[in-house]
């Protein structure tokens, strides 16, 4: 059964950091590219972030490009983002997904508020 847990939100300063972690079982990990999601609140979950299946290769959407790093770990089965420099509208639910896995985690909360 494929299993993905998302941690690491929290409650953070703007400007501050956090780092989100997505165990996975169940799940061919190391042969899928990877991605993170962002689920603002009362908007549609987007991507963000992928990273190849040996993590040679990444991409980012231009609202996280320079503050956000996605990589992975292949022998733990775990993906991780690093998140820097963090903004108001960072805050929502984070997803991680790959290779169409179902059903998808709960995500883990991030909000940013002074």
């Known amino acids: 059964q494929v299993q993905l847990v998302e941690s690491g939100g929290g409650l953070v300063q703007p400007g501050g950091s956090l780092r989100l972690s997505c165990t996975t079982s169940?799940?061919?990990?190391?042969?899928?590219?990877m991605s993170w999601y962002h689920q603002a609140p009362g908007k549609e979950r987007e991507l963000i972030a992928d990273?190849?299946?040996?993590?040679?290769?990444?991409n980012y959407a231009a609202s996280v490009t320079g503050r956000f790093t996605i990589s992975r770990d292949n022998s733990k089965s775990t993906l991780y983002l690093q998140m820097n420099s963090l903004k108001l509208e960072d805050t929502g639910v984070y997803y991680c997904?790959?290779?169409?896995?179902?059903?998808w985690g709960k995500g883990t909360l991030v909000t940013v508020s002074s």
């Open positions: 997904n790959g290779g169409g896995a179902q059903p």
């Open positions: 169940g799940f061919a990990f190391s042969r899928h590219f």
């Open positions: 990273i190849s299946d040996d993590g040679t290769y990444t």
